[in-house]
Nanobody
Framework: QLQLVESGGGLVQPGGSLRLSCAAS????????IGWFRQAPGKEREGVSC????????NYADSVKGRFTISRDNAKNAVYLQMNSLKPEDTAVYYC????????????????WGQGTQVTVSS
């Protein structure tokens, strides 16, 4: 059974950094595109970033461009989201999601989701 587990969330001051991890079990990530999403209280879930299965293509929401970096390590069966210069508006539950997608593009939909990790940016 496909399982994704996020970790690395926590409380950080504005301007700080966190690195989120998305670990897969029950399958290998090699042919899966991975997306990071977030949902703040009272708001709809939004896409944050995506990396293709090959790692050759990444994309970011405008709100995080230049601050967040997505990467993957297929040897460790994991994907990471490095978040720098964090702002209070980045506060949300962050989810990773996987979709079978061999190649160099990010899919529109994701079938498998993790349980999420809380990120709180506050002084």
């Amino acid at each position: 059974q496909l399982q994704l587990v996020e970790s690395g969330g926590g409380l950080v001051q504005p301007g700080g950094s966190l690195r989120l991890s998305c670990a897969a079990s029950g399958f290998t990530l090699d042919y899966y595109a991975i997306g990071w999403f977030r949902q703040a209280p009272g708001k709809e879930r939004e896409g944050v970033s995506c990396i293709s299965s090959s790692g050759g293509s990444t994309n970011y929401a405008d709100s995080v461009k230049g601050r967040f970096t997505i990467s993957r390590d297929n040897a460790k069966n994991a994907v990471y989201l490095q978040m720098n210069s964090l702002k209070p508006e980045d506060t949300a539950v962050y989810y990773c999601a996987a979709e079978w997608s061999p190649g160099s593009s990010c899919p529109a939909d994701f079938a498998s989701w993790g349980q999420g990790t809380q990120v709180t940016v506050s002084s």
